[in-house]
């Protein structure tokens, strides 16, 4: 994604890519284990620290890429704090009934919500898909026959739009435009189908050209173009969502800035 | 070019993925991880009113696996491109982040179930329809841990669930074996397809 913009590289782009993905995948898993609205509160902050300062890309356009977060928080939050069960009455109209904690249970969920996709953005926008494929290969021993086959579907994408766009013309200079439910599926099937009997065409060629190559012969040690290593930024990038959880948890015992602290 | 049939699918064996198998899955699977990301504001907009509407929507994200089965037919297939699907979407910067590669594992697994327990040689609708099934339950299994739902106001819950397994029966289930069935009268897939005696007969004649 970070490939199409030009953008500053950051402490955060030396992170080997596959590290960063598995400390990104566990921190989720400590989310799904926070059950205390003020330990979520915090744990948000710290995600959204390193997406402010150190994702290399301009303040604009990271309001343009986090301009979804708000309507993610609200659409998070609204269904549970309506129709969530509580004991404590705030308001009642016909179905919808917000109670104290269907409607802390809902923030939680919305601040859930944010921080995961705090994580992700940063993931995103600081990691370039070509190393994460190499530092899988190397760091976690991924067939090569997986990561390359990743490589070549992404160079496959400009293809297919131009497809889309030889396809859409076709369409329109046959005049086929149905309409209605029943044409909506069947404008559906008009481009479905053959894009999709395309990419499989195209991969199949590509794999045979690649095994022309001899590429899985598979015997024997692969060298590398591109070679990832850890680092001191990969300790570093550790270290922070280490002590950020363990800090959240500690403050979220101490200060409550919400008066609950289990919303189950 | 007298050894020419056995060339086309070199390392021949069926059972395991082969080079084709691996690149075609994963071909499909960024096409639907692109869909997969697009899908995501869609819903971000219908929630908000709790009616569960969205619910019906989410199949969707369990449609790269059935799908790619229904095309490959193997083991290993429903899971890899559940998986890649999420991948995708996450390096897009879907709104789920990392967790969609979580979601992508349990979801492949819940259709992967389904077609091992037919030894991955049926694929017709009601495989397709068992397995999209798998996928919403394994998803319901993380968002109850994720979202609460089971503290949702019992009919809100119930409406819920119902909604995503239907949604995920119409989407993933049928709509993508209709796809996979129109697919196949393309002939497309009889490049995937393993060469059957009557090939090497006609070769032959």
Known sequence: MNLTFPHQETWLHRVNPAHKLIVSALLFLVVLLTHNPNVMITLTIAALLPLLFFSGHPP???????????????????????????????????????????????LHLGFRSLQVAAVGLTFALTTRPVALFYSLMQQLRLPPRYAYSFLAAFNMLPLLAEEFVTLRQALQIRGRRPRGIRGWYERLRMYAIPLLAQCIRRAHRTAAAMEAKRFSSGSGQRTYFYQYSLSAADAWYAIYILLSSLLAWQLGQLWSLIPVSDVR | MSTAPTSIRPGGNSKGLTLTDILV????????????????????????????????????????????????????????????????????????????LWYGLFQGLGAELFFAMF???????????????????????????????????????????????????????????????????????????????????????
């Open chain 1, 60 to 106: 604009l356009r990271l309001l343009l890429y986090a301009s979804p977060f708000l309507l993610l928080f609200v659409s998070s939050a609204t269904g549970m704090m309506m129709f969530g069960t509580g004991e404590t009455l705030w308001f009642q109209y016909g179905f919808i009934r917000i109670t104290e904690e269907s409607f802390y249970r809902g």
């Open chain 2, 25 to 100: 899955t994963i071909v499909i699977s960024v096409v639907f991880g692109l869909i997969y990301k697009i899908w995501g504001p869609m819903y971000d907009v219908l929630k908000p009113f709790g009616t569960h509407a969205e619910q019906l929507s989410y199949g969707m994200w369990f449609m790269a696996g059935t799908f790619a089965f229904l095309i490959i037919r193997k083991p290993g297939v429903a899971i890899l491109a559940e998986i890649s699907a999420a991948a995708i979407e996450a390096f897009l910067g879907g709104s789920w982040g990392i967790s969609t």
């Open chain 2, 119 to 205: 030894l991955y040689r049926k694929a017709g609708p009601l495989v397709a329809i068992l397995a999209s099934i798998g996928s919403a339950v394994a998803s319901i299994f993380i968002d109850r841990h994720y979202g609460y739902i089971d503290q949702l106001a019992f009919w809100n819950y119930a409406l819920f669930i119902s909604m995503r397994v239907l949604g995920s029966i119409i989407i993933a289930g049928l709509f993508a074996w209709a796809l996979a069935r129109a697919l196949e009268r393309t002939g497309v897939l009889n490049l995937l397809r393993p060469a059957s005696a009557k090939d090497y007969d006609a070769l032959e004649g």
